[in-house]
């Protein structure tokens, strides 16, 4: 049970603004023998909740927006909005991926519906670990 709490949470921190990789326990967990199905359970779990953490962050940042020290201004508020509204949305299936805490957090300032952000980001995250346990699964003995 010590083992899967620090999967857990090094899944949980890796999608966090704390910098972290979860993938090298994650394999260390599967070369000693425990179960895939468990191992990708428990890290998807924890990778979607850090990635809530990053999102609950950034849609409180993006409450700020009319605060004059907010970084962006209203021109350029109203350009990413129609982007993300347009192409970015889709893009939070690569929040698994290097950068994609930039996707999650700009998915919070711009208030995504928590619904579509867990769905799309649940989907990315699991899919991660299941790729990277079968790769492990085909190049361990």
Known sequence: MIALTGLFLAAL???????????VVFLGMQ???????????????????GSCVTY???????GMRDHPRFP?????????????????????????????????ATAGVLRVPVIV???????????RYAALALIASAALP
Not at 37 to 43: G, K
Not at 83 to 103: E, F, H, N, Q, T
Not at 117 to 127: H, P, Q, R, S
């Open 72 to 104: 962006l201004r209203p021109v350029q508020m109203a350009r990413a909005e129609g982007w993300y509204k347009r192409w970015g949305l889709w893009s939070l299936l690569l929040s698994w991926a290097p950068g994609g805490d930039l996707i999650v």
């Open 117 to 127: 952000f867990l769905v799309l980001v649940a989907v990315a995250k699991t899919g």
């Open 56 to 62: 609950a962050l950034a849609r409180g940042l993006g």
């Open 31 to 49: 070369a000693a023998g425990w179960p895939v199905l468990t191992l990708v359970a428990v890290a998807s779990v924890g990778n979607v909740l």
């Open 13 to 23: 921190l890796a999608a966090s603004p704390v910098p972290f990789q979860s993938e």
